[in-house]
């Protein structure tokens, strides 16, 4: 939505008329011009075809007027005049304040693993958790295949990203839509479509597992109009110091920050994979998909925890934690963190 408005912005303020190039570039299938022109990725010849359909869609008063990209542009002739000026730039006496930046959890989890600067944290989407052994899902044609399930489900950054997808685009209270979903998903992965019948039970039993104190309830009683997908947050970091944030966490066992800076100033970025309420009670999740072993024996309590600490997914959820909080006490009148928080999932 937010992509549309900037696109709406953009070719509506010329006042005679607005030019842009269109094509199958990079990532085009995620742009707002390309859900609004085709809806979905369209085919090399189908391109030119969804742009004369729109224009026949209005007869006389075409939208778009279509024209050939140039084959060659020329080159600016530079003016001789100008270009005897000798140019030389300004030199900087002023001072930058190297504490101010952007960080985020997986900004600080890299300054600890490579004892360097606070990495800024990447203009894109939120990490998304490596399945931890690398294969591109390819079957060994010389023994029997594996069979289809979370265990054996391609591992890598894509894996994990499809996931992430999956779990971002389903309905958690109608399930008879999640195929079409699962099959696209994989599909825009490159993963075989033989996998649709093992992710969809695997996505029914994620939706159907208990969650909560006491495990009361399961995603699968989450209302649509009661879950946000990928909540993006920045909150400031006003002279954050390391040492007294370890001193905290120390007091309740968790383990220390790197001490990289004095004290860090800037903004803490990040988003949410899902914000969710149940029972007036407000919860954030974040979709783990680390391989861990072959067996529900290799995900229990023990394995779990010693994941957690080793990823610090620990102090993103203490992150997440602290940026729903502050919203939520902004947002909701007599909000009090132990009567609306639920916890972090």
């Known amino acids: 939505a937010e992509d549309l408005r900037l696109l709406y912005v953009a070719v509506t303020r010329a006042r005679l008329s607005c030019f842009f190039c269109w094509g199958r ?19 090399p010849e189908q391109l030119l075809a969804d742009l004369k359909r729109l224009n026949d869609l209005h007869d006389k008063t075409a939208l778009l007027a279509l024209k050939p990209f140039p084959e060659h542009f020329l080159s600016p002739k530079p003016d001789k005049a100008k270009s005897a000026i000798r140019l030389s730039s300004s030199r900087f006496t002023g001072r930058i304040d190297s504490n101010w930046q952007l960080t985020s959890y997986s900004g600080l989890i890299a300054s600890a693993h490579e004892g360097a600067e606070i990495a800024r944290p990447e203009p894109e989407r939120p990490d998304y958790d490596e399945r931890t052994e690398s294969n591109s899902g390819r079957q060994d044609r010389s023994s029997e295949p594996p069979a289809l399930n979370a265990f054996t489900f391609p591992k890598g950054a894509a894996a994990g990203i499809c996931l992430h997808a999956i779990l971002e685009k389903i309905s958690f209270n109608d399930s008879g839509a999640h195929e079409a979903v699962i099959t696209a998903e994989l599909a825009r992965a490159g993963f075989d479509e033989n996998w649709v019948p093992a ?3 695997w996505m029914r039993d994620i939706l159907q597992t208990k969650l909560g104190a006491g495990n009361s309830f399961s995603l699968a009683q989450v209302r649509e109009s009661h879950r946000v997908n990928e909540m993006a947050f920045y909150f400031p970091l006003a002279g954050m110091r ?88 902004a947002r909701l009148r007599g909000y009090s963190y132990d009567e609306h928080f639920g916890g972090a999932l």
Request: glycine share 6%.
């Open 242 to 329: 390391p040492g007294r944030v370890n001193q905290i966490l120390e007091a309740f066992s968790f383990p220390p920050l790197p001490n990289q800076h004095e004290v860090f100033e800037g903004l803490m970025v990040g988003f949410i994979d899902l914000v969710f309420s149940v029972s007036g009670r407000y919860y954030l999740a974040d979709y783990k998909s680390n391989h861990l072993g072959n067996s529900p024996a290799d995900y229990q309590q023990e394995q779990l925890q010693g994941a957690m600490l080793e990823h610090r997914y620990d102090l993103q959820y203490l992150i997440y934690t602290l940026a729903l909080h502050r919203f939520l006490k």
């Open 199 to 201: 992710v969809s039970s």
């Open 25 to 43: 570039v990079s990532k085009m299938e995620d742009s707002a011009l390309c859900y609004l022109l085709h809806n979905n990725m369209p085919a």
